[in-house]
């Protein structure tokens, strides 16, 4: 019975997951820097506010506030770095092992195996499948911090002013609806491009394998309308995909914007009539457009996943092939031949 590709998505994510496994020390390092980056990122507008309402009220050093509030970007910048340097670390670890895993099942294949793949299909699973797959992985820390740091701004505008948070995160649902749709269009266009980017390899490579043949016989006419057809394809896929990212990446990064319109219009308005203080306007202003990004990380994300998934199901698709032809259990060891004796 064939296997169903949602049966297939999941072999392939238990792949990731068992390789993950292997590096889990080093990603949870990374989810741990990525925390305190988030708490470095919360404190520095909360300090602000005190700051700027402390000066108004001519209650304290306004060089003690802002060398406070330096101080704490200096901090998250430092986090932020190195949360950075851990993603990448990890995910390029990542990379490099299941390469080799790759070339190390290669070669114990059967040779009809390699008879019947074509050498561009694995070379591209070796390394353009991989490099989308390393793509997302070095966002999985990078995420789990910002869905974090998210979770803590939500929680701060609620508890300071519930009013004013209710509509400064009303799109937030809507951004979590074209996501959805979003993951659900991407996923078969990205699937399409990285199957032409692999026919091409597949031409290439018999083009330069075969220059003398194609050059004695002259048929470089007949390779060049190949790689022209093949490149023609990658075209055409490449620009579906892009038209559906222009239709839903600029409406994630809208959305999010609308709630920064609604805090300066509505929190303007409290300002002046005393109900919050100036330097809790900018406070809200600063959350909302702290959460511009990781929304839109969030966005990104789903897009590096679903490209990941297609390259997992590629790379599962070699590694999951048995050979025909196995080592036994256990292996009888041929007799060694006795040494001729010499004459003369």
Same mark, same amino acid.
Do not use: C
């Given at each position: ?163 004013? +948070?209710?509509? #400064? $995160?009303?799109?937030?649902?809507? *951004?979590?609806?074209? !996501? =959805?749709?979003?993951?659900?269009? &991407?996923? @078969? ?118 490209? +990941?998934?297609? #390259? $997992?199901?590629?790379?599962?698709? *070699?590694?999951?092939? !048995? =050979?025909?032809?196995?080592?036994? &259990?256990? @292996? ?13």
């Amino acid at each position: 019975m064939e296997r169903t590709d949602t049966q297939e998505t999941r072999e392939s994510w238990k792949l990731l997951w068992r390789v993950l496994m292997e590096q889990r020390r080093g990603l949870v390092l990374g989810v741990v820097v990525g925390l305190l980056w988030a708490v470095g990122k919360v404190s520095v507008p909360q300090i602000t506010k005190l700051g700027i309402d402390r000066g108004i009220e001519g209650n304290g050093s306004l060089v003690f506030w802002a060398g406070l509030v330096v101080a704490a970007a200096v901090i998250a910048g430092i986090f932020t770095a190195f949360r950075r340097w851990v993603a990448f670390r990890e995910s390029r670890w990542i990379e490099t092992r299941l390469r080799e895993s790759i070339f190390d099942h290669l070669l114990r294949l059967h040779v009809g195996y390699h008879d019947r793949m074509q050498t561009g299909q694995l070379m591209s699973r070796a390394s353009s499948d991989l490099q989308q797959l390393q793509a997302f992985v070095v966002m999985i820390p990078i995420t789990l911090s910002n869905l974090a740091m998210i979770i803590a701004v939500v929680a701060l505008l609620f508890a300071s002013q519930p009013y004013l +948070a209710i509509f #400064a $995160l009303a799109p937030l649902p809507f *951004v979590n609806v074209l !996501a =959805s749709r979003f993951s659900r269009r &991407i996923h @078969p266009a990205v699937l399409a491009v990285q199957q032409e980017q692999a026919q091409l390899a597949t031409v290439v490579e018999e083009s330069v394998s075969g220059v003398r043949v194609i050059k004695g016989f002259g048929a470089e006419g007949v390779q060049y309308e190949k790689v022209n057809v093949e490149a023609d394809d990658i075209q055409r896929v490449s620009l579906e995909a892009a038209r559906i990212r222009s239709r839903f990446l600029p409406a994630l990064d809208l959305l999010p914007a609308l709630g920064l319109v609604a805090v300066l219009g509505i929190g303007g308005h409290q300002v002046i009539d005393g109900e919050m203080t100036v330097g809790d306007l900018v406070k809200f202003n600063a959350y909302i457009t702290m959460l511009i990004w990781p929304l839109r990380n969030l966005a990104m994300t789903v897009a590096l996943g679903q490209r +990941a998934s297609v #390259a $997992l199901m590629r790379v599962n698709e *070699v590694l999951s092939t !048995a =050979s025909i032809v196995t080592d036994p &259990i256990e @292996p009888r060891a041929l007799p060694t031949p006795s040494p001729e004796r010499s004459v003369g």
